[in-house]
């Protein structure tokens, strides 16, 4: 009986021992935040296991510490959207002259210079822009606080807070690109390509000019096609590396043999280098220091002309040419502020029914989204390429950055066996058509025009591909001019070779632009 008892009692006090333990157990805390930017190498690994896995980057989608730390490893340039409380249009016409729009971009602003003030008590309004913006509305400021970083995202006037020049792989230079980054961003290799052989190669057309192998009809019906249409009175504005002054076709010969009566524009929307928001590089002019532009304009308008080079799909169609980065990569911040300004100005013009880029990047960047939808709301219709991998980023992601926007047509390139992606193409379910670029057999690309001369050069990847459906999309404009966007697409979609079951890689695939213009079959 007392063993009993005693177990008892022992029992209760073991169980009282138990409660009083629990009770006394600390809540747990809350992990403090890192007091240091994470490393580049740090960032880009959280970069690049988040596309492996979701096979996209949304900088909203970050930490405050993850953006203010891509902050500290890059130009501290900073991408804000504004909006008026409780709005939702993201792109409205009128934000530059709305007095509700210029309210809230005025408290933004106020926000942003009060915070940064808590460690630079100095600072001017003019030292915090980096960039100015008239249309969009956007800031582009100067921040090195992570609390500004935080005060903006509490802020219901705010749509995002991103950096605009962080990219995983980026240069260390943050200022202008090296030569070994350009060289290896899609830049330094257009040049004559030696040893072309006509009939081969290229067919030489009445007059002299060269078509590329990839415009025979057996691939898209270009030569059938330009029997009913040339791309004449459309107007395309080719947003890439700028165009070469000493390329001849793309100036004072544009027009010459069957390509008349039509303009050629080269604009630059690149932006000054800067820092703090003073620029300190020289004024930046259209001028193509990478080649990639001057091989874009080349594959989609070079003139049918009499003096041998190479000739453009749509080669009656006006062309402008804007030099909005250094390279195909967008990792700067002034390369995302020059595309950005680039389809802004696009969408400006009433003359430009079609947009063509073939550059992108891997992370998200709104502002780049708030001027490509600004441009589409005008009714523009805008090719973006799918993605041309590097050696570092081959396999990581789909479709890249913008062509993955639903207001971009993606498009990727193929082989000539009409079932292949090119080696380097990306592809996808973004993907909506695809080009034949590259041969099977010796992996010759696509005929351009080269920096000078006219002894043609070539070029692959989705930048040609997208490049050569712009081209084709202006051919079957220009046969339909009184139509809308819409019914334009329709018509290349119901031209396609996949217009009855559209491919989760190749989207509709191949256009035959004779079908699409009316050619009747051969």
């Known amino acids: 009986m007392r063993t009993s008892t005693l177990s008892g009692a022992l029992l209760l006090l073991f169980l009282a021992s138990c409660q009083s333990t629990n009770d006394e157990q600390p809540t747990p805390q809350p992990v403090a935040e890192p007091a240091e930017a994470l490393s580049s190498q740090q960032l880009d690994t959280q970069i690049m296991s988040t596309l492996r896995e979701t096979g996209q980057f949304d900088w909203n989608k970050a930490s405050a510490h993850f953006i203010w730390s891509a902050l500290t490893r890059s130009d501290y340039v900073l991408s804000v959207g504004y909006q008026p409380a409780g709005c939702t249009e993201a792109t409205p016409s009128d934000a530059a002259s709305s007095p509700a729009w210029q309210e809230a971009r005025r408290q933004v602003l106020a926000l942003i210079l009060a ?53 995983p792989n980026r240069p260390t230079q943050t200022a202008s690109k090296g030569a070994a980054s350009l060289s290896s961003s899609g830049c330094d290799n257009n040049v004559a390509t ?36 040339t791309g004449q009175g ?20 544009f027009n010459q043999g069957l390509s008349s009566g039509r303009t050629v524009e080269r604009l630059v929307t690149l ?48 062309l402008i040419t804007v030099r909005a980065a250094e390279d195909v990569f967008l990792d700067g911040s002034r390369e995302v502020k020059g595309v950005s300004d680039a389809y802004v100005l696009a969408g400006n013009r009433s003359d430009v029914r079609i947009i063509s880029m073939s550059m992108g990047r891997l992370t998200s960047s709104s502002q780049m989204a708030d001027a490509i939808r600004y441009a589409h709301s005008r009714g523009k219709l805008i090719f973006c390429a799918a993605g041309t991998s590097f050696d570092w980023s081959a396999g990581v992601v789909g479709v890249i950055y913008p062509a993955s926007l639903p207001e971009a047509v993606a498009v990727t390139g193929v082989k000539d066996n009409l079932t292949t992606r090119c080696d380097e193409c990306h592809v996808g379910a973004d993907v909506e058509f695809a080009v034949v670029m590259q041969r099977t057999s010796n992996d010759l690309r696509t005929l351009t025009l080269a920096m000078d001369g006219d002894e043609p050069s070539t070029v692959g990847g989705s930048s040609v591909a997208t490049a050569s459906m712009a081209g084709m999309a202006a051919m079957v404009w220009a046969r339909y001019p009184s139509e809308t966007r819409a019914q334009v697409m329709s018509r290349l979609v119901a031209a ?27």
């Open 271 to 318: 932006p000054r280098t800067t820092f703090l928001g003073i620029p300190t590089g020289p004024t930046e002019t259209p001028e193509d220091g990478c080649g990639h532009g001057t091989s874009m304009a080349g594959a989609c308008a070079a003139p049918r002309g009499t003096d041998g080079a190479s000739v453009g799909v749509a080669y009656n169609a006006n």
């Open 234 to 253: 459309i107007k395309i504005l080719v947003i890439d590396t700028g165009c070469s002054s000493a390329q001849e076709n793309l100036g004072s010969t």
């Open 115 to 167: 915070e940064e003030r808590n460690s630079r008590p100095d600072l001017t309004l003019e030292q915090l822009v980096a960039y100015d913006e008239n249309v969009l509305p956007v800031l582009d400021v100067t921040v090195r606080e992570l609390s500004t970083i935080k005060a903006l995202r509490a802020s219901r006037l705010v749509r995002y807070a991103e950096p605009m020049g962080y990219e």
């Open 194 to 229: 030696p040893g072309l052989v006509a009939g081969a190669d290229f067919t030489v057309l009445p007059g002299g000019s060269k078509s590329s192998w990839n415009q025979a009809d057996q691939y898209h019906g270009i030569r059938a096609a330009w029997s009913q249409s």
């Open 496 to 522: 396609s070779s996949n217009r009855t079951a559209r491919s989760s890689s190749f989207g509709w695939g191949r256009v035959n632009v004779a079908a699409a213009v009316g050619v009747p079959a051969l």
